[in-house]
């Protein structure tokens, strides 16, 4: 068996990729070393929670002594980190937990993984889950390739840019063998709703209002989290030692046209009148350096490593809400807060 750390398991695409990697690698022992934030979901992992190559471990990457003490007894073989801060909205709100996380937590790791690995780096790898906020706003054309000059506009993005850097100095200095990649916005199941789709359809369903930022003219680049997954994996065990691969869909929406479209989705779904939830749509005050358009170009990882989207988004979206349709105690989990005291109860008192 070999030994594989994966942080952040417990969020939204860090369980696609735990479930990912337990049900392709059965010879892969499996850590997923969380600190179970707000973001950190168990109930997420509920269906492989007790396979025998699976282990949970709940921590704090910035935990250097934790963090030493664990690569010291299970000699991970390979590091997938997902950990961090991820909601923009919040690193606004208090940017120093972003540092802290982000940039700090990531160092930890990569000094845990050099002591550990100690020069012998054969079969080793270090991989940073990075996104594509790094590289800033587009205007109306053009696309982000992995040679485009960091921009990063928020304390979120900034801290990603700072982590990808540290990753990089780690190879470039000690050698450490690494890969990054650079992914555009996800969607699907699991996604805490805080983020914009699981936020709309929750309040869809809830006939609340649905918060558009500014005039919902932004763009985002959507991919459905699977696909991204299916990315992790193949970068993880073909990408070329100390490169970057961006990962997109090639799907860029307006805000406003994605809600236009969800809550027409929602109608048919929940039979309403056609047009009822485009009535909840709610203009308001927008987020602060709003990027305007990110549109990945992802023609490396195609080409090289032979990844693919594989869904339409008019599908992924219609999966998406069936999802969240069909798991509504996963959504009452959360919204009552019921989802953090899953650990005490599953872990603690066995
Ligand atoms: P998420 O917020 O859903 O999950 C983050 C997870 O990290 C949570 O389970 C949380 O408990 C855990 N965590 C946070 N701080 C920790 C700490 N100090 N120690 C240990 N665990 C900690 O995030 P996500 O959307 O799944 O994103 C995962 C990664 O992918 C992030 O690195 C993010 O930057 C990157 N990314 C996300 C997207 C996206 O669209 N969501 C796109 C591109 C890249
Ligand atoms: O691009 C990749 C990034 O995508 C990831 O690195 C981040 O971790 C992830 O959270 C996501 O960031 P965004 O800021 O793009 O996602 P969010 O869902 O917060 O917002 C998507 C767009 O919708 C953005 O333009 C802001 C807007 N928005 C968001 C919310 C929460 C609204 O209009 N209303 C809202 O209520």
């Given at each position: 068996?070999?030994?594989?750390?994966?942080?952040?398991?417990?969020?939204?695409?860090?369980?696609?990729?735990?479930?990912?990697?337990?049900?392709?690698?059965?010879?892969?022992?499996?850590?997923?070393?969380?600190?179970?934030?707000?973001?950190?979901?168990?109930?997420?992992?509920?269906?492989?929670?007790?396979?025998?190559?699976?282990?949970?471990?709940?921590?704090?990457?910035?935990d250097a002594d934790f963090i030493q003490r664990l690569f010291k007894k299970h000699?991970?073989?390979?590091?997938?980190?997902?950990?961090?801060?991820?909601?923009?909205?919040?690193?606004?709100?208090?940017?120093?937990?972003?540092?802290?996380?982000?940039?700090?937590?990531?160092?930890?790791?990569?000094?845990?993984?050099?002591?550990?690995?100690?020069?012998?780096?054969?079969?080793?790898?270090?991989?940073?889950?990075?996104?594509?906020?790094?590289?800033?706003?587009?205007?109306?054309?053009?696309?982000?390739?992995?040679?485009?000059?960091?921009?990063?506009?928020?304390?979120?993005?900034?801290?990603?840019?700072?982590?990808?850097?540290?990753?990089?100095?780690y190879h470039d200095t000690y050698g450490l063998p690494i890969v990054i990649s650079?992914?555009?916005?996800?969607?699907?199941?699991?996604?805490?709703?805080?983020?914009?789709?699981?936020?709309?359809?929750?309040?869809?369903?809830?006939?609340?209002?649905?918060?558009?930022?500014?005039?919902?003219?932004?763009?985002?680049?959507?991919?459905?989290?699977?696909?991204?997954?299916?990315?992790?994996?193949?970068?993880?065990?073909?990408?070329?030692?100390?490169?970057?691969?961006?990962?997109?869909?090639?799907?860029?929406?307006?805000?406003?046209?994605?809600?236009?479209?969800?809550?027409?989705?929602?109608?048919?779904?929940?039979?309403?009148?056609?047009?009822?939830?485009?009535?909840?749509?709610?203009?308001?005050?927008?987020?602060?350096?709003?990027?305007?358009?990110?549109?990945?170009?992802?023609?490396?990882?195609?080409?090289?490593?032979?990844?693919?989207?594989?869904?339409?988004?008019?599908?992924?979206?219609?999966?998406?809400?069936?999802?969240?349709?069909?798991?509504?105690?996963?959504?009452?989990?959360i919204t009552t807060g019921d989802y953090q005291n899953y650990y005490e109860k599953?872990?603690?008192?066995?």
């Open positions: 068996m070999k030994n594989i750390l994966i942080t952040g398991g417990a969020g939204f695409i860090g369980s696609h990729v735990v479930r990912r990697f337990l049900k392709n690698y059965p010879d892969y022992h499996i850590f997923n070393l969380d600190k179970l934030t707000y973001a950190g979901n168990l109930a997420n992992l509920r269906d492989v929670e007790n396979l025998s190559n699976y282990t949970f471990v709940k921590g704090d990457i910035t000699q991970f073989e390979g590091v997938v980190h997902l950990a961090a801060e991820s909601h923009v909205d919040r690193s606004i709100a208090n940017p120093m937990e972003f540092i802290t996380t982000n940039v700090v937590g990531t160092v930890v790791l990569l000094n845990a993984s050099r002591e550990c690995w100690n020069g012998n780096y054969e079969g080793k790898r270090f991989y940073h889950v990075s996104t594509d906020e790094v590289y800033g706003s587009l205007g109306d054309t053009g696309y982000f390739t992995e040679e485009t000059r960091y921009d990063p506009h928020s304390p979120y993005s900034a801290s990603k840019a700072s982590s990808d850097h540290m990753v990089r100095a650079n992914c555009s916005n996800n969607y699907g199941s699991h996604h805490f709703p805080e983020k914009l789709i699981p936020l709309a359809i929750n309040n869809i369903q809830n006939n609340k209002p649905i918060p558009v930022y500014g005039k919902g003219e932004n763009i985002r680049d959507w991919l459905f989290v699977e696909d991204h997954a299916v990315a992790i994996d193949v970068i993880y065990h073909f990408g070329k030692n100390g490169d970057t691969y961006n990962v997109g869909g090639h799907n860029e929406w307006k805000n406003i046209d994605l809600i236009h479209l969800l809550c027409d989705i929602m109608d048919r779904k929940l039979k309403r009148n056609p047009g009822a939830s485009r009535e909840l749509i709610t203009y308001v005050k927008d987020r602060a350096g709003h990027d305007l358009r990110y549109a990945i170009d992802s023609s490396k990882l195609q080409r090289e490593l032979g990844w693919k989207p594989s869904l339409q988004f008019e599908e992924g979206l219609e999966k998406t809400v069936d999802w969240y349709l069909a798991n509504q105690a996963w959504m009452d989990e599953q872990y603690q008192l066995r």
